[in-house]
């Protein structure tokens, strides 16, 4: 009989790897999930073009999830069907792991925005979920356009993909007019050029005008290839070198724009929608972005803010700012609830599978070894009683069947719900 239990909330990588390190030490992991399938950003985030690493991220979450201990709980939301205090309070858990990512957009700083989504203003997440899952004949989501022209705010890795986005979707449209059929992820691949020659269509003729990425720094300073905290001035300028060479080639393979040192400063909207934004113009000066008195009104059919994913607010959860009040950011630890920890995109805030798991690892790891048989450094925490452990699964169950989730068919119910790109 398993003596301890850890509630994990969200079964993705991050969730997955913790669930598969408990379930070696025998503790009875409960996954809970607010979607039927538990791949997270895997399936909703990474463009679907990524088709050989998604398939091998669903592999490892579902080899994690099919463990021996471990009971999936899809589709249900913490802090909906079930409250965050219950789970922590009452169900009986020796702790709970939060590993619910960052699903919110960061908001387009300037006041009032956000009552231009819909109506000019779009932001990156639901814009990708859309993209990854618009094809599927069951999906009844939030619809996007593809127009030739938007504006893109950003400067990550996951603005290059929005962008991206929007320039193959506009050249495979644009070959379908011409009766020319285009697979969008061979195309990704191959680049639009290539794909063009191919064809023997030039994209002068093809009559896109192309989209655009604003960044407010300087191309050298975006972020596409990580920084080390310890870089010393030949590193950085290394660094530098490398992330200007990947901007280089995104450019030359999907043909966007890049117009760096635009900050954005002030919305221009006729009627009710946003029709433009006024960007001022930085520099940098020693090492500083400094914005200048120049600015620069930019006119688009829509601009697509793609400036970093955040954490959902989660009711019960204390948050400083935008993200959450973590004391202790390795563990993801909060002093109110000491038995709370926090995995994956939710406390790192790296759009990065690897770091994902890599902290999942090691915060799992602390747990198992630490935590459990040396709670808060004072004493072991004392094991489930089999009464209690039986009253868990039950509770556990309830859930389960209350979903229509049997607990020995985790294979048959993603089968019934899988990704259309999953084999
Ligand atoms: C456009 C884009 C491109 C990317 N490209 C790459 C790339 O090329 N390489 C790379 O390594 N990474 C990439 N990433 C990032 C990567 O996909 C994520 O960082 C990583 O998958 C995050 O894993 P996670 O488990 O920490 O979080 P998530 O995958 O976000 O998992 C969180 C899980 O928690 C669930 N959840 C949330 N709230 C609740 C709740 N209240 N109750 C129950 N469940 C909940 C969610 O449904 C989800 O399944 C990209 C991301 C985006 C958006």
Redesign the pocket.
Known sequence: MEEYAIAV???????AEAAGIFSERGILTAV????AR?Y???ED???RW?VALRQKEYRAIDGKLTSEHVEFVPC????DEVTFEELIGDWGFHAVVL?????RDRELPIEGADAYVGKGLVYQNPF?YWFNHYNEASYDGEQFEILDGSAVIGGG??SI?VVKVLQLELTVRALRERGIEQDLTEMEVAGIPKALEKHGVAWDDLGIGGCTLYYRRREEDMPLVELPEDANDKVRERIAKSRARVLEKAVSKYLFRVCPLHAPKELIVEGDRLVGIRFARTEMMDGKLRTTDQVEDVRAPQFISSIGSIP?P?PGVAMRGELYAWDDWDLGRMRDYPTLFGV???VTGK????A?RKHAKSVANYMTESYIHTAEQVKRLEPLSQEAATRLRQRVRDRQKAVGYESTSYAGWIDAHTPPDRV
Not at 32 to 35: A, G, I, T
Not at 76 to 79: D, F, V, Y
Not at 99 to 103: L, M, V, Y
Not at 351 to 354: A, D, E, H, Q, S
């Open positions: 909330i969200g079964g993705a990588t991050a969730g809970f999930e607010q979607n538990p997270g950003k895997v985030g990474l463009p990524h249900t939301r913490i802090g590993a619910n990512g960052a699903w990708i890795l996951a993909d959902a989660l994956g995109n939710v759009g990065n599978i690897v994902s």
